[in-house]
């Protein structure tokens, strides 16, 4: 009974219309809330759509806002056999932008939606207007943390992930500092991922982070890194939580040096999961940039 209830809960928090766009025979799934200029919300991994909920919500009654659910993730479909990495979800990406005709778009990425959005917005440079970058990388890793090196120990670590969910359930507290999750953004998080067949894109997203060049995620990664500097004249804000042990204040960086005009917020007490460690304080640090730069991006005309 108790699942149940919990189940109910989260999807009281979530109460979005679901849209769905038909990519090379795959279901990509996404949220479509409110009107005006867009804002393309990208998640990371093992997360969903339903980390933005809240900005979503918030966001909604001024702006477009636009959250998906990569293939593989969330409400999208996964596909037993298709291997999905980083280009591929970068194209996906784009060709959502493309068919929504999108224009002046803001995008807001975390964690392997870094990578993934910001190769969009490199493919469509016309199409983007502003940038809010959430933890996350922009480059080959600089470290692989031992954490994430375990869980891709060939056997052990794919078992690992897809029987017990061990990624999934140990990001629920490894990715927080200030605050613990909700019940309720627990059961959500790891709704989609309820079995292990569900749990393949989780998978590939930790096979997916390159620890040579020999890996086919290297160059893409490399090319990103060259060319982020041109997005450089984009109002961006970037907001980060300090205590995030796996995108370090290392990782904040080399994005601030890739984007020197960047407002930055250092989030001092707050971990990964900075939509939920710090939920508030960010959705609120992201709507005033917002506001801030909306006179630029409408021409003064609301």
Known sequence: MSGIIETAAWQDEYPFESHRLE????????LDEGQGLPVVMVHGNPTWSFYWRHLVTKLSGRYRAIAVDHIGCGLSDKPAAARFRL???????SNLIRQLKLEQVTL??????????????????????????????????????????????????????????????????????????????RAGLLAPYDCAANRRGIQQFVEDIP????????????????ELPT????????IWGMRDWCFTSRCLEMIEQLLPSADVHRLEDVGHYVMEDACEQTTELISQFLADSDDRMTGGQE
């Open 23 to 30: 990519l090379d025979g795959h279901s990509y799934h996404y």
């Open 87 to 93: 280009i591929d979800h970068a194209a996906n990406l």
């Open 108 to 185: 807001v990425v975390h964690d392997w939606g870094g990578p993934i959005g910001l190769t969009a917005a490199l493919d469509n440079p016309d199409r983007i207007a502003r940038l809010v970058i959430l933890n996350t990388g922009a480059f080959p890793p600089p470290a692989i943390p031992l954490r994430i090196r375990l869980c891709r120990i060939p056997g052990i670590g794919p078992f690992m992930m897809r029987r017990p969910n061990l990624f999934a359930r140990l990001a629920l507290t490894m990715a927080m500092h200030r605050n613990k999750l909700s019940p309720l953004a």
């Open 211 to 226: 620890s040579s060049a020999r890996h086919p995620s290297w160059e893409p990664l490399v090319r990103l890194q060259n």
């Open 231 to 238: 997005l450089d004249h984009l109002p961006t804000s970037i």
